[in-house]
């Protein structure tokens, strides 16, 4: 098993989820891997916890990584938050993303879990990946 391959996928996943149009029209620059101080918008998209577990085979060292991909807003109503969680999987699922180290096997949608937050006010959709990862 290798965990060394972890930090150049969320580079991956944090470089396409930022780049792409429709999350951007959205959120704008608000993808964040680390919140940051201050006031946050209204609406954002947080790379978030991790789970790495050994996935070796004959050919060498690989992972299979869980990770969460968040959207959370105060805006009342899952609609929106809908919407941008949308945007992400349509980026992320099945994705053939280029890694700085390894290679990535695939990277699929594993489910989702839309709950509200802040008395109610607000709302999270923490979508869950599942990646497999060779390092090389």
């Known amino acids: 098993m290798s965990y060394a391959v972890s930090a150049a996928l969320q580079s991956a996943?944090?470089?396409?989820?930022?780049?792409?149009?429709?999350?951007?029209?959205?959120?704008?620059?608000?993808?964040y891997d680390a919140l940051p101080s201050g006031?946050?918008?209204?609406?954002?998209?947080?790379?978030?916890?991790?789970?790495?577990r050994a996935a070796d085979d004959k050919t060498g060292s690989g992972a299979?990584?869980?990770?969460?991909?968040s959207v959370v807003t105060e805006v009342p109503g899952f609609f929106k938050a809908k919407?941008?969680?949308?945007?992400?999987c349509d980026v992320l699922h099945d994705a053939d993303l280029p890694l700085t180290?390894?290679?990535l096997v695939f990277l699929r949608f594993d489910r989702?879990?839309?709950v509200k937050i802040d008395k109610g006010t607000g709302r999270r959709i923490d979508l869950t990946f599942r990646a497999r990862t060779e390092d090389n």
């Open 13 to 31: 996943v944090f470089s396409a989820v930022a780049a792409d149009v429709a999350v951007s029209d959205a959120v704008g620059d608000a993808v």
């Open 39 to 52: 006031a946050l918008p209204s609406i954002y998209v947080s790379i978030g916890p991790e789970t790495v």
């Open 64 to 69: 299979e990584h869980r990770f969460d991909v």
């Open 83 to 88: 919407e941008v969680a949308g945007a992400v």
């Open 101 to 103: 180290r390894g290679r």
């Open 112 to 114: 989702a879990r839309a």
